[in-house]
């Protein structure tokens, strides 16, 4: 069974501070990895996701993460914080299911962003 | 393009009532998935469609929930009847294939 580890439930930046938030994952088969982030009283906006290929990706709002398979991890950073990065972030694994090429997806219990003026 | 749609935005119910959410994929997407999620956790499957079969769910309590996708396309999601403990947000999600669209979720108060 795959699963996700995020360290750090509340993460405070200054503004124009670096960005890291943290996320190791589980995973018997190759895993697609992503990051979504969840703004209060709103769905979930995907911000980045690695699939194959290229292991630093990059996404919407000057996001970005590297996959590094030998730590199992795909930290989500951002040079310079806004306070408009303020909201939580998921990290989230998939895998296949055995039985097809439908896939599932296991979420992390989140990453809450504040960002200090 | 326009995105996933839910309904209501918002309920409150008593323990015991029975209350029902409603799901509009993007369309032309054949995965459609049910997420319950409690406040300060992520969200946690409940079921997951791949046009109108079930794929997955293996973390739904059918003795109380229960959801069905019409046509390969619009889902209800139902609950019968409610406890305290289904208080969260129910979001649904569709996919074309690797990556999920999200609704922004009907929240769920059970009084």
């Known amino acids: 069974a795959q699963s996700v580890t995020q360290l750090g439930s509340h993460v ?13 994952y589980s995973s018997s088969v190759p895993p697609y990895l992503f990051w979504y982030v969840q703004y209060p009283n709103q769905g979930l906006q995907l911000l980045l996701k690695y699939t194959t290929g290229a292991t630093l990706v990059k996404g919407i709002n000057g996001f970005e993460a590297e996959f590094k398979k030998s730590e199992t991890s795909f930290h989500l950073t951002k040079p310079s914080a806004h306070m408009s990065d303020a909201a939580e972030y998921f990290c989230a694994v998939s895998v296949p299911f055995s039985s097809g090429s439908a896939r599932q997806l296991t979420f992390g219990s989140g990453t809450q962003l504040t960002v200090l003026p | 393009e326009a995105g996933v749609a839910q309904s209501p935005r918002y309920k409150i119910i008593e323990k015991r009532q029975s ?12 995965t459609l998935y049910w997420y319950q999620q409690i406040l300060g956790q992520g969200p ?19 003795d109380r929930f229960s959801a069905e996708r019409l046509k390969g396309v619009d889902s209800t999601l139902k609950i019968q009847p409610a406890k305290l403990e289904d208080s969260a947000v129910y979001l649904c999600a569709s996919s074309p294939r690797d990556e999920q669209f999200f609704g922004p979720g009907t929240r769920l108060t059970v009084l």
Request: aromatic share 6%; charged share 15%; with cysteine.
């Open chain 2, 44 to 62: 946690k499957l409940l079921i997951q469609f791949q046009n109108n079969g079930v794929v997955d769910d293996s973390q739904l309590p059918k």
């Open chain 2, 19 to 30: 209350v029902a959410f409603w799901c509009n994929p993007i369309s032309g997407h054949a």
């Open chain 1, 12 to 24: 405070s930046v200054s503004e124009g501070a670096l960005v890291l938030l943290r996320c190791n």
